[in-house]
């Protein structure tokens, strides 16, 4: 794995337009590209994330497939050795790793990289890092094309037998555990290859809280970057999958999928694909040009994401439909809830992404299915500032600093609210993701105010509001 394949330096088109970095701004991302103070409560506090919540997912895991989704605990201080037996077993007996998950699980990781490496795609290049010299990395974006051939290889497994997609539901706790040796094992090992190979940064000298944080950006196997290629094609294309594979099971079972089963299969379609068609947007994110690879994103990319977001498609294929049953007006605004959210998600990130990427002389955008009105601000409005970068004030960005969370948050709740009040535990991910979201939130804004200073401030008072208009 090498950081610096793909890598150019940064060209223009010759317009002024083109922002430079100052030598201000060059000093304040070299103070920002050193370990400052610990976050997430330091090493006691990361080896407590790394170790808490795999037992929580086994623990929601166990409450929703063999208790009726009740939140189940020791009936007395008797009963808590006996308690923690049965968990136990469960995991033992229904999550074992076993040799089809293992097959499952890992066949797909090696496909999906398989298609990164030789699928067509549109090349894009990154912002500059900082840590390069302020060179950039090109990508090829062929996330898309990877996609439609995983879906077409699935229904053509499915359509002749050769692998069932409602096998995948039903062996959720053994591919959960498989997914979750995989985060530990490529955390573990990224970590160690950084160090062999002189290719870390932002350490504290703290092993296990530089396990969790990363110590590589940007490794990359020939063409794919892992960062970004684990980002899309690992989570989401197994979140989608365990939604088709409900589907597939409720109509061999039922003989007609729900408007709760089916609205999950749009849901994540809508995610994926969403990912897919924009990956060119990816590469102008904070987690592309500055964010570690290590457990904190590498974990929940191969584990988190797609075992703990769609509870509520175990729930549905594992019980009856009269415990989640609507009327047709409250699928009505349930649906279209989702895709309110969806359309001001999708743009406001396409907005942002397209704003930066003009920064850089590039405004012929990428063209996929679908391309949504208002994805790019015309005449955008901006606050230049002293490091030579410019903050967007203009579409959506005008309303609040991250409408895109907004919208992401909503759409998470969605997910939760497609079962009601059946059990709580698909609201586990609208109720995890606020509290990351937060999180990430003073993070960034924090890292924005020793960046830009006044800038910042002034900014600030040109979007006052975090998220909600008028509110927040």
Same mark, same amino acid.
């Given at each position: 794995?090498?950081?610096?394949?793909?890598?150019?330096?940064?060209?223009?088109?010759?317009?002024?337009?083109?922002?430079?970095?100052?030598?201000?701004?060059?000093?304040?991302?070299?103070?920002?590209?050193?370990?400052?103070?610990?976050?997430?409560?330091?090493?006691?506090?990361?080896?407590?994330?790394?170790?808490?919540?795999?037992?929580?997912?086994?623990?929601?895991?166990?409450?929703?497939?063999?208790?009726?989704?009740?939140?189940?605990?020791?009936?007395?201080?008797?009963?808590?050795?006996?308690?923690?037996?049965?968990?136990?077993?469960?995991?033992?007996?229904?999550?074992?790793?076993?040799?089809?998950?293992?097959?499952?699980?890992?066949?797909?990781?090696?496909?999906?990289?398989?298609?990164?490496?030789?699928?067509?795609?549109?090349?894009?290049?990154?912002?500059?890092?900082?840590?390069?010299?302020?060179?950039?990395?090109?990508?090829?974006?062929?996330?898309?094309?990877?996609?439609?051939?995983?879906?077409?290889?699935?229904?053509?497994?499915?359509?002749?037998?050769?692998?069932?997609?409602?096998?995948?539901?039903?062996?959720?706790?053994?591919?959960?555990?498989?997914?979750?040796?995989?985060?530990?094992?490529?955390?573990?090992?990224?970590?160690?290859?950084?160090?062999?190979?002189?290719?870390?940064?932002?350490?504290?000298?703290?092993?296990?809280?530089?396990?969790?944080?990363?110590?590589?950006?940007?490794?990359?196997?020939?063409?794919?970057?892992?960062?970004?290629?684990?980002?899309?094609?690992?989570?989401?294309?197994?979140?989608?999958?365990?939604?088709?594979?409900?589907?597939?099971?409720?109509?061999?079972?039922?003989?007609?999928?729900?408007?709760?089963?089916?609205?999950?299969?749009?849901?994540?379609?809508?995610? $994926?694909?969403?990912?897919?068609? +924009?990956?060119?947007?990816? &590469?102008? /994110?904070?987690?592309? %040009?500055?964010?570690?690879?290590? *457990?904190?994103?590498?974990?929940?990319?191969?584990?988190?994401?797609?075992?703990?977001?769609?509870?509520?498609?175990?729930?549905?294929?594992?019980?009856?439909?009269?415990?989640?049953?609507?009327?047709?007006?409250?699928?009505?605004?349930?649906?279209?809830?989702?895709?309110?959210?969806?359309?001001?998600?999708?743009?406001?990130?396409?907005?942002?992404?397209?704003?930066?990427?003009?920064?850089?002389?590039?405004?012929?955008?990428?063209?996929?299915?679908?391309?949504?009105?208002?994805?790019?601000?015309?005449?955008?409005?901006?606050?230049?500032?002293?490091?030579?970068?410019?903050?967007?004030?203009?579409?959506?960005?005008?309303?609040?600093?991250?409408?895109?969370?907004?919208?992401?948050? $909503?759409?998470?709740?969605?997910? +939760?609210?497609?079962?009601? &009040?059946? /059990?709580?535990?698909? %609201?586990?991910?609208?109720?995890? *993701?606020?509290?990351?979201?937060?999180?990430?939130?003073?993070?960034?804004?924090?890292?924005?105010?020793?960046?830009?200073?006044?800038?910042?401030?002034?900014?600030?008072?040109?979007?006052?509001?975090?998220?909600?208009?008028?509110?927040?």
């Amino acid at each position: 794995m090498r950081e610096n394949e793909g890598l150019r330096q940064r060209k223009t088109n010759g317009t002024s337009d083109v922002v430079y970095i100052s030598e201000e701004g060059k000093k304040l991302d070299q103070k920002l590209d050193q370990h400052g103070t610990y976050e997430f409560g330091g090493p006691l506090g990361v080896l407590a994330i790394m170790t808490g919540f795999p037992v929580l997912m086994y623990y929601l895991w166990i409450c929703l497939w063999f208790y009726d989704g009740k939140l189940v605990h020791p009936i007395s201080m008797d009963d808590i050795q006996p308690f923690l037996a049965r968990m136990w077993a469960h995991i033992c007996e229904d999550a074992s790793p076993n040799m089809y998950a293992w097959k499952v699980y890992s066949g797909n990781v090696f496909f999906q990289l398989f298609l990164a490496w030789v699928m067509p795609g549109f090349m894009q290049e990154g912002l500059p890092v900082p840590s390069l010299g302020y060179k950039t990395l090109m990508y090829n974006c062929n996330a898309l094309t990877s996609l439609y051939a995983t879906m077409g290889t699935a229904a053509v497994l499915h359509h002749y037998g050769i692998f069932r997609l409602t096998e995948i539901i039903d062996n959720y706790g053994h591919l959960m555990s498989v997914a979750m040796i995989w985060g530990f094992g490529v955390s573990f090992g990224i970590y160690f290859i950084a160090v062999a190979t002189g290719t870390q940064m932002r350490m504290s000298g703290n092993v296990i809280y530089d396990v969790f944080m990363g110590a590589s950006l940007n490794p990359r196997i020939g063409p794919v970057d892992l960062k970004m290629w684990a980002e899309v094609r690992i989570p989401w294309v197994i979140v989608f999958f365990l939604a088709v594979s409900g589907a597939c099971k409720q109509y061999e079972t039922l003989g007609y999928v729900t408007p709760n089963m089916a609205f999950m299969c749009l849901a994540t379609w809508f995610y $994926i694909n969403a990912c897919a068609k +924009g990956e060119e947007c990816i &590469p102008q /994110t904070w987690d592309m %040009y500055h964010e570690k690879w290590g *457990f904190m994103v590498i974990f929940w990319n191969f584990a988190g994401v797609p075992f703990s977001y769609v509870y509520s498609v175990v729930y549905m294929a594992s019980h009856d439909p009269s415990k989640y049953k609507f009327s047709t007006p409250t699928y009505i605004a349930l649906y279209a809830t989702l895709c309110t959210a969806y359309y001001i998600w999708d743009t406001a990130m396409a907005q942002k992404s397209h704003f930066k990427m003009q920064t850089q002389g590039i405004y012929t955008f990428r063209k996929t299915f679908p391309q949504l009105p208002g994805n790019t601000v015309k005449n955008p409005t901006y606050i230049k500032t002293a490091h030579g970068n410019r903050l967007l004030t203009g579409g959506w960005w005008a309303w609040s600093r991250k409408p895109n969370y907004v919208a992401d948050w $909503i759409m998470s709740l969605t997910w +939760g609210l497609v079962i009601g &009040p059946a /059990t709580p535990i698909p %609201y586990f991910y609208s109720v995890f *993701f606020i509290t990351v979201l937060v999180h990430r939130c003073g993070r960034d804004f924090e890292r924005c105010a020793v960046k830009y200073g006044k800038d910042w401030e002034r900014y600030c008072e040109v979007v006052p509001y975090k998220f909600i208009p008028y509110i927040y």
